[in-house]
């Protein structure tokens, strides 16, 4: 599908620091930051513990059952996530009660494939098999009331952490800390669920201080600062906001990690995925640690990337981080698979203006354009849906559901089958609040669902996908406006020649951490186009001329994953280029590289 490029209006910047360069300037400007003090992300920035009392609701409470817990040698066990934020909360949590003394603690991450997510009914009873006494979760626990139920039956004791939304009813549990539950007051709502705990252990260690538990018990208090590269990592790879709270978490974790202070897991990661360690940037726990973490958790078991974030040395972190990669490859094979399924799916349906072609209009009829994609198929990877339905998202532009069959593969009878679905949605379409909608209109047509507004989990029946199919797209027409439909890609302007350099690229970098709602620049201009070639099946390798003071400058640049059936072009010799300016390094060389992020023939 076509994508505009539509540049930012050009905002006052007069209120930032003098020195910034003025491009600089106008890109923080254009990102709504408002002081100078908002681009000082120093620990001591964030919003503390004096004031977590006060603001975060339930952290009073849960700090004192977690306190008796210490002092009572109660059995805690910690009940994750099998994403890479609640892969990075468990291993937080567990080497924080490490640092507290605890030698009476565990966690379970219940497997995507057998159980399902979060704190079920079936997963406290594996806890309650193991001895707990406490449950605390970790980025999950919120949409969890049968299972909290069950572990108050069996006389355990529950915290929840969490950052996802909840629905009308909370569960019963002993001590709730999520910012975004009604009445929370505390200001950043954007916090990962490794954030969530990170706050918690913050909070913990003050009231512990305060209990004089260190010093009564002759343990060193802990610094919970070691944590924050477990912080930065979850924080990005959950593709949550990056406010000016959440740039401070992750701008600290990234400063320890690069200067060597970070754990043999992360280390071991940051190794097999061929990144320069002293120069890592936020981008690279999405792009490169984060999905082979994530890989654990889609096609086997969490537990083997929470181990490699626990290991205590580097030999033995390797060994594990090879593993997470080799899943990790074999991950991006059956998504290529199914991908490429999916869209034989769609082009099927008859849908008139359906057109795989990026470059072409012809038959770009909007009004025939189905405003929501819903896809199922019986034999798709449950580990692998929301990525798919990620990556139709991004080339449709459109809100996408992908649905796999559940864990009951055994039942033949659509009417009791229930298959999982993985949303992702597109600016301007609150995918929960949809789901909601359905739910409270057509009561029981969701068995269950979650999440964010731009991304969610459903279950429902397989007899029922027709019916869902149907009302999703009707819904998402009456709440799409035809404007969010069209794909557009948001531009700083055109970047002077003198810029396309080195040392500005790296400035650049420098200035970030960039993420979600803090993007990383963009820029947009026409280049001669010098040479073009595919590399690697689909990625599109182009050599570009811009003049300059009478001269001619020549980069490089790639654009992934381009449309083999429009690139490469003979016919183009200027094109029209939407870019980030990177930083290229290959066998200890750096250069200026541009990531093309859409390429037009001019």
């Known amino acids: 599908m076509s994508k505009k490029i539509i540049r930012r209006t050009p905002v006052d910047y007069?209120?930032?620091?003098?020195?910034?360069?003025?491009?600089?300037?106008?890109?923080?400007?254009?990102?709504?930051?408002?002081?100078?003090?908002?681009?000082?992300?120093?620990v001591n920035n964030l919003h503390g513990v004096t004031e977590l009392a006060s603001s975060l609701m339930g952290i009073n409470t849960a700090c004192e059952l977690l306190y008796q817990a210490l002092i009572n040698k109660t059995h805690i066990i910690i009940v994750g996530d099998f994403d890479a934020d609640g892969?990075?909360?468990?291993?937080?949590?567990?080497?924080?009660?490490?640092?507290?003394?605890?030698?009476?603690?565990?966690?379970?991450v219940p497997n995507r494939f057998e159980y399902g997510y979060g704190l079920t009914p079936e997963i406290v009873d594996i806890a309650a098999s193991q001895g707990a006494q406490l449950l605390i979760t970790v980025d999950n626990g919120i949409s969890c009331i049968a299972g909290v139920k069950r572990a108050k039956d069996l006389g355990m004791q529950v915290i929840v952490t969490d950052h996802h939304l909840p629905g009308h009813s909370l569960p019963n549990a002993d001590a709730i800390v999520n910012p975004n539950q009604v009445g929370c007051t505390f200001p950043s709502k954007s916090l990962a669920g490794v954030g969530v705990a990170f706050y918690v252990m913050l909070a913990l260690r003050k009231y512990c201080r305060e209990q004089n538990y260190f010093s009564e018990y002759h343990i060193p208090e802990p610094n919970i600062a070691q944590l924050l590269d477990l912080v930065?990592?979850?924080?990005?790879?959950?593709?949550?906001?990056?406010?000016?709270?959440?740039?401070?978490?992750?701008?600290?974790?990234?400063?320890?990690?690069?200067?060597?202070?970070?754990?043999?897991?992360?280390?071991?990661?940051?190794?097999?995925?061929?990144?320069?360690?002293?120069?890592?940037?936020?981008?690279?726990?999405?792009?490169?640690?984060?999905?082979?973490?994530?890989?654990?958790?889609?096609?086997?078991?969490?537990?083997?990337?929470?181990?490699?974030?626990?290991?205590?040395?580097?030999?033995s972190a390797r060994v594990m981080a090879a593993e997470l990669d080799d899943l990790n490859k074999a991950r991006r094979e059956i998504e290529q698979g199914m991908q490429g399924e999916a869209e034989r799916v769609l082009s099927s349906l008859n849908f008139d203006a359906f057109n795989f072609n990026e470059t072409s209009t012809a038959k770009d009829n909007k009004a025939d354009f189905p405003s929501a994609i819903a896809l199922y198929q019986k034999d798709w990877h449950q580990g692998v849906i929301g990525i798919v339905a990620g990556r139709l998202k991004e080339k449709f532009h459109r809100p996408c559901i992908v649905f796999a069959n559940g864990s009951d593969d055994e039942v033949n009878d659509e009417q009791s089958r229930e298959i999982k679905g993985s949303a992702r949605s597109i600016p301007g379409l609150h995918i929960r609040d949809l789901l909601e909608h359905i739910d409270s209109q057509h009561p029981g047509l969701i068995l269950k669902f979650g999440g964010h507004a731009m991304a969610a989990g459903l279950s429902i029946k397989q007899c029922d996908f027709t019916r869902f199919q149907t009302l999703f797209d009707q819904l998402a027409s009456q709440w799409l406006k035809p404007e969010d439909l069209q794909s557009i890609i948001l531009s700083d302007g055109?970047?002077?020649?003198?810029?396309?350099?080195?040392?500005?690229?790296?400035?650049?970098?420098?200035?970030?951490?960039?993420?979600?709602?803090?993007?990383?620049?963009?820029?947009?201009?026409?280049?001669?186009?010098?040479?073009?070639?595919?590399?690697?099946?689909?990625?599109?390798?182009v050599v570009v001329q811009k003049s300059s003071n009478g001269g001619n400058q020549v980069f490089d640049g790639i654009a992934f994953n381009i449309d083999i059936n429009a690139w490469p072009n003979t016919q183009a010799t200027q094109v029209h280029l939407a870019y980030r300016l990177d930083v290229n390094e290959f066998r200890g060389k750096r250069s200026v590289q541009l990531m093309i992020e859409n390429i037009t023939a001019v």
């Open 494 to 541: 055109a970047l002077p020649v003198e810029n396309l350099n080195l040392d500005f690229a790296e400035l650049l970098r420098d200035s970030g951490p960039w993420g979600q709602n803090f993007p990383e620049p963009l820029f947009d201009d026409t280049f001669t186009l010098i040479q073009q070639r595919i590399v690697g099946e689909k990625h599109l390798k």
């Open 87 to 108: 892969a990075t909360s468990t291993a937080l949590m567990m080497t924080a009660f490490n640092l507290f003394g605890s030698t009476h603690h565990n966690f379970i």
């Open 14 to 42: 007069s209120h930032l620091p003098p020195h910034l360069p003025a491009i600089i300037k106008q890109v923080y400007a254009a990102r709504a930051v408002k002081s100078a003090s908002e681009l000082e992300l120093k």
């Open 232 to 315: 930065a990592l979850g924080t990005v790879a959950d593709v949550v906001s990056l406010d000016g709270n959440n740039r401070i978490l992750v701008e600290q974790g990234l400063k320890r990690i690069r200067a060597g202070q970070t754990r043999p897991g992360i280390q071991a990661l940051i190794e097999i995925a061929n990144k320069n360690q002293q120069r890592l940037v936020a981008s690279d726990f999405g792009f490169a640690l984060g999905p082979r973490i994530n890989a654990a958790g889609r096609l086997d078991d969490m537990a083997y990337g929470i181990n490699c974030l626990l290991a205590s040395d580097l030999s």
